[in-house]
């Protein structure tokens, strides 16, 4: 089963050097200097500096030469992926479509799996997802990822085809839980960095944690999730990652707000519109979701670190 991988970021970049361990696959960049760069010197300078490219890995700039293959990882940034999908999609109807981005895409409030069913309804596809760093996956250390799609066939067959010797998948028929649990805990993250960053302290941290999680599970849920989905790697394990690390670039956007310091805005950060899209949802669907909230006041200096947690300690007193 031939396998390519569109969008050579970090992450994306790191999956195709570790499924390479199962035979040859074939990586696509926009820029076709980009490519010919990685065919080059046998590195992505520019996204994972430092690590080899395997002899199995064909970097290309030609979308048709990617999309031939049976099975396609989208490794784009979630508010590119309609455009992605909309500009290939001939070239796309006849592959099984992995969708490997996080996010909530702000204009419709839709993930990743219903995007990919408005704009290619009768191609087959999943979700990959669950707590990982490109780092980790590119120099071999063990991973666990979240395989999900509504077809459990199909579950079993990608299972078997993307496991590697570092990334061990489990899979799920639950999309939606899946995809909320790793869209949700970007947002989540923000707010840790931003805890860390304005110097309140671990415990605040901890608190932010454990009510992102309650969260989380709240829109999770009233959107027919399982709540077992939300306990495992997509939604907890990638939390805890997420809002404890500074690889993550939703806790870097965080720490800088934190700090009152600048961030990079070429960098792409899943969380901040998701925040935005989240937010609207939850209104309209009548959710109290404060964290959130907060986050896009944050974001939109709307807040202070100091005056956003002020605000979550006014919070009535409840039950836990």
Partial sequence: MSIAVI??????????????????????????????????????????????LPSGLTATAEFDQAAQHETVLLAVPMQQLRRVLSEHAS?????????????????????????????????????????????????????????A??????????????????????????????????????????ACGTVIGAGMGASARAALMTRGYAEMQRMALALGARAETLAGLSGFGDLALTCTSDQSRNYQLGLAIGRGEGFDPSITVEGAATARAVAAKAEQMGLDMPITEIVVGLLDSALTPESAMSRLLARPLKEE
């Fill in 7 to 52: 969008g050579a970021g970090a992450f994306g970049t790191a999956l195709a050097i570790s499924l390479t361990a199962n035979g040859p696959v074939c990586l696509w960049t926009r820029d076709q200097d980009h490519a010919q760069e990685m065919q080059d010197t046998g590195q992505n300078t520019r996204r994972l500096p430092g690590v080899a």
């Fill in 91 to 147: 070239a796309l109807r006849h592959a099984t479509l992995v969708a490997c981005c996080k996010g909530i895409e702000l204009e419709t409030g839709i993930g990743p799996c219903a995007v990919i069913g408005q704009v290619l309804p009768e191609t087959p596809c999943a979700l990959l997802t669950g707590p990982s760093f490109a780092h980790d996956i590119a120099r071999g250390l063990p991973t666990a990822l979240t395989l």
């Fill in 149 to 190: 799609t509504e077809n459990a066939q199909r579950g079993v067959r990608l299972q078997q085809l993307l496991s590697t010797a570092n990334i061990r998948l489990y899979r799920t028929t639950d999309v939606i839980g899946a995809e909320l649990g790793g869209a949700l805990k970007n947002v989540i993250a923000i």
